[in-house]
């Protein structure tokens, strides 16, 4: 049963990982997994792709913010850096994720369209990773509902600002990975969500450009009136060599206590027994 007063913590799939699902489910929360069209087990795709091979892995390894570069550790990184196996793992597990902006649309459209129908309850979650957060923030642009509740999202790769915002970190990664600007209007929704937190791992500089975009969304959003914060896990909460998917470190029930933590001060941990 869906129940008005529950929360749903919703974990996209689009970076691969299966994330705190586990973990909170242990801790009763009814948990969800979503895999927009085209992504994660939903990657079969209704239009003709043409592979070419990218030989992502030195590329991941940096991405995922395990090095400076392929194979040079950060000292502390939160990673078994001595099991090859577990590093071929994680980079064997990568899909292709179609990072168009066409399919940001597609995505979102399909999200708020579930999240407007009452059918995933009156209270959501939202648990994002990577570009995930993006998909996440232009679907509560486009829902016409309250229904969403909550943001979390784990090192976005990707935001959204009201049309004519002067965004000083232009995306580096093409056009499917943001900036994306929608009316003012519709960013308000933004400040209707209950709370919103840009989670970053360590090791991130400040002038990284997403993280200067997720500093400058977050300032939009409290502006108009929303509650959203940025929180290094390294700076802030001295979790030391956190990665990308701090969901997947070897530290990730440290970080999963800080997700309750929030869940808990922004009331978002009521749900239905």
């Known amino acids: 049963m869906w129940h008005s007063s529950s929360t749903q913590v919703f974990q996209n799939r689009w970076d691969g990982g299966e994330g705190y699902k586990d973990m909170f489910l242990r801790k009763d929360y009814p948990v969800y997994l979503w895999d927009g069209p085209r992504v994660g087990r939903a990657n079969w795709s209704c239009k003709p792709v ?24 950060w000292p502390d990184v939160q990673f078994p850096t001595t099991n090859d196996h577990a590093w071929e793992q994680a980079t064997r597990a ?33 648990l994002t990773n990577s570009a995930g957060g993006l998909r996440a923030m232009k679907t509560a642009t486009k829902s016409n509902t309250t229904n969403i509740k909550g943001i979390v999202t784990y ?31 519709d960013f308000k929704k933004l400040a209707m969500v209950r709370a919103i937190q840009f989670v970053w791992g360590d090791h991130r500089p400040e002038s990284f450009g997403y993280l200067q975009q997720s500093r400058q969304c977050a300032q939009l959003i409290n502006k108009y009136g929303g509650n959203a914060e940025v929180l290094k896990l390294g700076d802030d909460a001295g979790l030391k060599g956190s990665t990308h998917i701090a969901f997947a470190d070897m530290n990730n029930a440290k970080v999963g206590d800080l997700l309750d933590d929030f869940l808990e001060i922004n009331g978002l941990d009521n749900y239905a027994e």
């Open 94 to 126: 990568r899909y292709d994720e179609f990072d168009t902006a066409e399919n940001v649309e597609l995505h979102s459209d399909a999200a708020s369209v579930a999240a407007d129908s009452g059918k995933l309850g009156h209270s959501i979650v939202y």
């Open 155 to 185: 090192e976005s790769i990707g935001y959204v600002f009201p049309i004519g915002t002067n965004v000083t970190a232009p995306g580096i990664f093409g056009p499917g990975f943001g900036p994306f600007f929608v009316p003012l209007e």
């Open 50 to 73: 043409n592979y070419i091979p990218g030989y992502r892995d030195q590329g991941n390894f940096v991405a995922w913010n395990f090095g400076p570069s392929y194979k040079s550790w």
